[in-house]
């Protein structure tokens, strides 16, 4: 059996702080080629998200009937998880909904949290169904307000940010905190580059942005979108929603993106034994897309890398290949004396190459596989 990547800290989700941290324009920051390891307790602006404002009358039953999560009808206290979907059910977005605390309570107002090179096309893709909804779009300009996360034990302090909320895509991912203009957030911990939170959440297997959840190609549940509490499957009709149920009542999910760790095929060099991330690794990385397979077999192939730093990344895996995980009514195609390869051929301005990689399955995903099962019970 493959090692289960065992959550960083704790397995317990700790409870959202109402008091957002405080802010202040000093700080340390640590940086090197590769991002060190990440701290227990810390805090990275993240560049590569940006805002969407939605305000208005009509702002909740619009939002209503074009994301996966349900929407309160009431005001919100703090953010969520979410997606777009397309009509046939692929990924548009992958996105956190935050309460707009500017906003008028008669007049609801949302900042929608999106990747960076995707928000003047989520703004497009609300303005296609605005219709007579009464409603306000615009995009955020950058510097006017910046996302960040933050964790670790040390609880933020005081209330001067915008709005923020709980990440609970996988457990201990901290916080998600908005705040205003430049300024830097306080009682968080050292202040690191946005690459230690990427590597932190890559390797507790959560993809972010149209760079690992593939636009118009990617499904929520292969993307893990429901396991990480992005869908409420008892909620009405929105665009997408017709295979994405279908999907989950089926309950045969075949792909899942992954944390991967890669390895040279040099010398004596051996699969892992656990998930480990070496920061002064030199490895050059495979470009998304490239195919995975068998070291010692052609033929069908066994998932598709997608991002990685250092030794770390994330691929979309075929479960019954890639790991143990034995589907509903099927047996497992898994043997741990199996090695997975990852090559790709040159290009302009880009050499060939071939890495060893392998699979880890979090030791999340079963915890709420199981609770999916309730729900459909």
Same mark, same amino acid.
């Given at each position: 059996?493959?090692?289960?990547?065992?959550?960083?800290?704790?397995?317990?989700?700790?409870?959202?702080?109402?008091?957002?941290?405080?802010?202040?324009?000093?700080?340390?920051?640590?940086?090197?080629?590769?991002?060190?390891?990440?701290?227990?307790?810390?805090?990275?602006?993240?560049?590569?998200?940006?805002?969407?404002?939605?305000?208005?009358?009509?702002?909740?039953?619009?939002?209503?009937?074009?994301?996966?999560?349900?929407?309160?009808?009431?005001?919100?206290?703090?953010?969520?998880?979410?997606?777009?979907?397309?009509?046939?059910?692929?990924?548009?977005?992958?996105?956190?909904?935050?309460?707009?605390?500017?906003?008028?309570?008669?007049?609801?107002?949302?900042?929608?949290?999106?990747?960076?090179?995707?928000?003047? @096309?989520?703004? %497009?893709?609300?303005?296609?169904?605005?219709?007579?909804?009464?409603? &306000?779009? $615009? =995009? *955020?300009?950058? /510097?006017?307000?910046?996302?960040?996360?933050?964790?670790?034990?040390?609880?933020?302090?005081? @209330?001067?940010? %915008?709005?923020?909320?709980?990440?609970?895509?996988?457990?201990?991912? &901290?916080? $998600? =905190? *908005?705040?205003? /203009?430049?300024?830097?957030?306080?009682?968080?911990?050292?202040?690191?580059?946005?690459?230690?939170?990427?590597? %932190?959440?890559?390797?507790?297997?959560?993809?972010?942005?149209?760079?690992?959840?593939?636009?118009?190609?990617?499904?929520?549940?292969?993307?893990?979108?429901?396991?990480?509490?992005?869908?409420?499957?008892?909620?009405?009709?929105?665009?997408?929603?017709?295979?994405?149920?279908?999907?989950?009542?089926?309950?045969?999910?075949?792909?899942?993106?992954?944390?991967?760790?890669?390895?040279?095929?040099?010398?004596?060099?051996?699969?892992?034994?656990?998930?480990?991330?070496?920061?002064?690794?030199?490895?050059?990385?495979?470009?998304?897309?490239?195919?995975?397979?068998?070291?010692?077999?052609?033929?069908?192939?066994?998932?598709?890398?997608?991002?990685?730093?250092?030794?770390?990344?994330?691929?979309?895996?075929?479960?019954?290949?890639?790991?143990?995980?034995?589907?509903?009514?099927?047996?497992?195609?898994?043997?741990?004396?199996?090695?997975?390869?990852?090559?790709?051929?040159?290009?302009?301005?880009?050499?060939?190459?071939?890495?060893?990689?392998?699979?880890?399955?979090?030791?999340?995903?079963?915890?709420?596989?199981?609770?999916?099962?309730?729900?459909?019970?």
């Amino acid at each position: 059996m493959p090692p289960r990547t065992s959550s960083l800290f704790s397995e317990s989700l700790y409870h959202y702080r109402r008091a957002l941290p405080r802010l202040s324009r000093s700080h340390t920051t640590i940086s090197s080629p590769n991002p060190p390891v990440p701290l227990h307790t810390a805090c990275a602006q993240l560049p590569t998200r940006r805002l969407v404002s939605l305000r208005g009358h009509d702002a909740s039953r619009f939002l209503q009937g074009l994301t996966t999560q349900n929407i309160p009808s009431q005001y919100m206290r703090s953010c969520f998880y979410s997606a777009f979907l397309n009509a046939s059910g692929r990924v548009l977005h992958d996105v956190f909904i935050y309460p707009d605390a500017d906003a008028e309570r008669e007049e609801p107002g949302f900042l929608i949290e999106v990747d960076a090179n995707e928000v003047e @096309a989520l703004a %497009r893709h609300l303005k296609r169904y605005k219709l007579r909804a009464k409603v &306000g779009i $615009r =995009v *955020i300009d950058e /510097g006017e307000l910046s996302i960040w996360a933050t964790w670790g034990k040390q609880s933020p302090s005081g @209330a001067d940010s %915008r709005t923020g909320g709980l990440d609970q895509r996988a457990p201990d991912m &901290g916080e $998600r =905190v *908005i705040v205003s /203009g430049d300024r830097k957030l306080e009682g968080s911990g050292t202040q690191v580059e946005g690459g230690s939170y990427d590597i %932190r959440r890559m390797m507790m297997g959560v993809a972010e942005g149209q760079g690992e959840i593939l636009k118009e190609s990617a499904l929520p549940q292969e993307s893990n979108i429901d396991f990480m509490g992005g869908i409420d499957f008892r909620k009405g009709c929105y665009v997408g929603q017709e295979l994405t149920i279908r999907t989950h009542h089926t309950g045969v999910v075949r792909k899942r993106i992954l944390p991967v760790q890669i390895y040279p095929t040099e010398g004596d060099s051996k699969p892992p034994d656990g998930l480990r991330y070496d920061a002064n690794m030199k490895i050059r990385l495979p470009p998304r897309g490239a195919n995975i397979s068998r070291v010692d077999k052609k033929g069908r192939s066994a998932g598709k890398w997608l991002s990685g730093m250092g030794n770390i990344g994330l691929a979309l895996c075929r479960l019954e290949i890639m790991t143990d995980t034995v589907l509903t009514g099927e047996g497992s195609q898994w043997s741990p004396e199996h090695e997975f390869k990852v090559a790709w051929e040159p290009e302009e301005g880009r050499e060939g190459g071939e890495v060893r990689v392998k699979a880890f399955v979090p030791s999340w995903h079963q915890s709420r596989a199981e609770g999916q099962k309730l729900h459909r019970s």
